[in-house]
């Protein structure tokens, strides 16, 4: 088997695929052109005739237009190339969120003489530019304007619907344009957004395994060994991040589309995301159910990162046994359950529900069976916990590269910490670290744990 783990973005890509250890064959299936360095903006026409594209639909906000949509059109206008334009209605100081009514912008002025979906922007844009691909059955070319976001080659956008945040199963785009010239001239907060969303990737390939020996799902050693190589490049040259360093910056952009590819290979988020992700996710939610808006995502999985780390050394200190887990699972109150989700989640609480009851997460015999299994195996968990790295040590990259690291910092109080963390396992359908605890009957503890670190 060829290890592909050391090998460079635009060769993970190659049609063939690689086949693997893990028993799977690995495709980025759609995925043919990935451009990232300095000036790699004026090779567009080339990478869209390469592609057979005659007319893009341009889409973008007015923020990414003053930051390359300009530029994007004087390029295509120069090579002869017709093309037409969507700016998403919105104020400069204001995001745009990936909902229904920013995807009602799009389709209403879709041109439908366009062949293909061009994307200019960074982690909204391309979720939204994903799913009108998708819908459409147009290609999908991406113009990256920030290294935020390890979405750009994935084949899932995360969307907001009826208030409640999503991953969907969209399309790879066909070709990904990464300018560093354009991309370190990103907002700074934006920068510490994609090492934020990196940094998450140490807890989440822990979190993992993890599930692996619990839920018996599939893992791949060598997908995983792909984003562990990006990790290291990228903490290596974490430092030059808050000097806009071409070649740190550079890093993270292609350490992001790793990220994606990995996913690509795995048809699941699991190399990149967990709890750490999560802690993200439910503050979306939770501030979206008030009307109002949180820091990046990224910035947010950062902070989630450290939180997650605090857990794991935590965790080193336990010994669960069946005693403890049958007590929980006979104390647990299911409407008391619900009025919680309730009370975190309000309006978009109903869809956490209905989740619960197709999914049944909280019934007491699946509980007390994946608590014998985590028993059982506690040793080579705890091994795994033994791999994250220190506090310490990722709170120091975060600080050298002038990132936030507390939820303080944010504007996340330490009840929205502590909510996050007992609804994470609610949210959606992953096995995340938070899941675990709760199954061992150890979610209060830790909570009471955490809020005494805050």
């Known amino acids: 088997m060829e290890n592909f783990s050391l090998l460079p973005a635009s060769t993970l890509i190659r049609p063939e695929g690689f086949e693997c250890d893990c028993g799977r064959k690995h495709i980025a299936s759609g995925l043919k052109s990935i451009s990232v360095g300095s000036g790699v903006i004026n090779a567009v026409p080339e990478v869209l005739t390469s592609l057979g594209i005659k007319k893009p639909f341009i889409v973008t906000d007015c923020n990414e237009y003053e930051a390359a949509g300009k530029r994007a059109e004087a390029i295509l206008k120069a090579a002869g190339i017709p093309y037409s334009l969507h700016v998403i209605p919105g104020e400069p100081e204001k995001r745009i969120t990936p909902s229904e009514f920013a995807m009602g912008s799009i389709a209403l002025n879709l041109d439908v003489s366009c062949d293909a979906i061009l994307c200019v922007g960074s982690g909204v844009m391309n979720d939204l530019c994903k799913t009108i691909a998708n819908l459409t059955g147009k290609p999908l070319a991406v113009i990256a304007t920030a ?41 700074m907060h934006m920068l510490h957004a994609g090492l934020g969303d990196m940094i998450g990737k140490f807890s989440a390939l822990c979190e993992w395994k993890i599930a692996t020996i619990i839920k018996g799902e599939y893992y791949c050693a060598e997908t995983a060994a792909l984003v562990r190589e990006s990790l290291r490049r990228i903490t290596e040259g974490s430092n030059g991040v808050k000097d806009r360093n071409p070649e740190s910056i550079k890093s993270i952009a292609e350490g ?128 795994i916990a033994e791999e994250a790295p220190s506090f310490v040590e990722i709170e120091s990259i975060m600080k050298n590269a002038g990132m936030p690291t507390t939820p303080e910092e944010i504007g996340i109080s330490k009840k929205e910490v502590i909510d996050a963390f007992v609804c994470s396992r609610d949210v959606r359908d992953k096995y995340l670290l938070s899941s675990m605890l709760w199954d061992i009957g150890y979610m209060d503890d830790v909570a009471k744990f955490l809020e005494s670190t805050l």
């Open 256 to 383: 992001l589309i790793l990220s994606g590819i990995a996913m690509a290979y795995v048809g699941h988020s699991r190399p990149a995301s967990g709890l750490e992700h999560y802690f993200s996710h439910c503050w979306e939610m939770m501030y979206l159910a008030k009307g109002e808006e949180c820091d990046l995502h990224g910035i947010q999985v950062g902070v989630g990162t450290l939180l997650v780390l605090k857990i794991y050394e935590y965790i080193k200190t336990l010994k669960p046994d069946m005693e403890r887990v049958k007590a929980a699972a006979d104390s647990f109150d299911p409407d008391a359950w619900e009025a919680n989700i309730r009370r975190v989640f309000v309006d978009t609480a109903d869809g956490i529900i209905a989740m619960e009851k197709k999914l049944g997460k909280n019934e007491g015999a699946a509980r007390m069976a994946r608590a014998a299994k985590i028993i059982e195996n506690w040793d080579e968990i705890l091994k």
């Open 147 to 187: 290294p935020s976001m390890d979405g750009y080659a994935s084949d899932v956008a995360s969307m907001v619907v009826n208030n409640i945040k999503l991953t969907l199963k969209e399309v790879i785009p066909a070709a990904l344009v990464c300018d560093v010239d354009i991309m370190s001239q990103a907002p």
